[in-house]
Nanobody
Framework: QVQLVESGGGLVQAGGSLRLSCAAS????????MAWFRQAPGKEREFVAR???????TFYADSVKGRFTISRDNENTVYLQMSSLKPEDTAVYYCAADSLWSGVLIRTTASTYDYWGQGTQVTVSS
C-alpha cells in the first residue's frame, strides 16, 4: 500500500536550479534506502542518486556528481536538489524505494527497487 508522491518538476533554463520532492502516502520512508532515476525519450531509465537508511550515506552517478544533492528528512520525504542544470538533464525523474537492501550504498539497477513514484517532468532549455 506504499505510494510515492513526487513534486517539483518543471521548466528551467540551463544553469538554473530545481528541487524535487518525494513523499510517502499511506506509509513512511523509515528504514528504506531511497533513490532517484531518470528517463529521457528513447533512452533507458538511468540511475541518478541514492541515499541509504544507515548513516544516510549518498552515492551519485558521475553525470550529476557535484551538481545534484540527495537528502532525506526524519519523516517521510526525500529530496533531489538540482543545480547547474544542463539540457541533457531533461527527463522524467522517478523516485524509488528499496526496502530490502537499505544499508547498501551502491545499487543502480532500476529493477531491484520495490516501489516507484509516478514521475515528474524536468525540462532544461538551452
Amino acid at each position: 500500500q506504499v505510494q510515492l508522491v513526487e513534486s517539483g518538476g518543471g521548466l528551467v533554463q540551463a544553469g538554473g536550479s530545481l528541487r524535487l520532492s518525494c513523499a510517502a502516502s499511506g506509509s513512511t520512508f523509515s528504514r528504506w534506502a531511497m533513490a532517484w532515476f531518470r528517463q529521457a525519450p528513447g533512452k533507458e531509465r538511468e540511475f541518478v542518486a541514492r541515499i541509504t537508511w544507515s548513516g544516510s550515506r549518498t552515492f551519485y552517478a558521475d553525470s550529476v556528481k557535484g551538481r545534484f544533492t540527495i537528502s532525506r528528512d526524519n519523516e517521510n520525504t526525500v529530496y533531489l536538489q538540482m543545480s547547474s542544470l544542463k539540457p541533457e538533464d531533461t527527463a522524467v525523474y522517478y523516485c524509488a524505494a528499496d526496502s530490502l537492501w537499505s544499508g547498501v550504498l551502491i545499487r543502480t539497477t532500476a529493477s531491484t527497487y520495490d516501489y516507484w513514484g509516478q514521475g515528474t517532468q524536468v525540462t532544461v532549455s538551452s
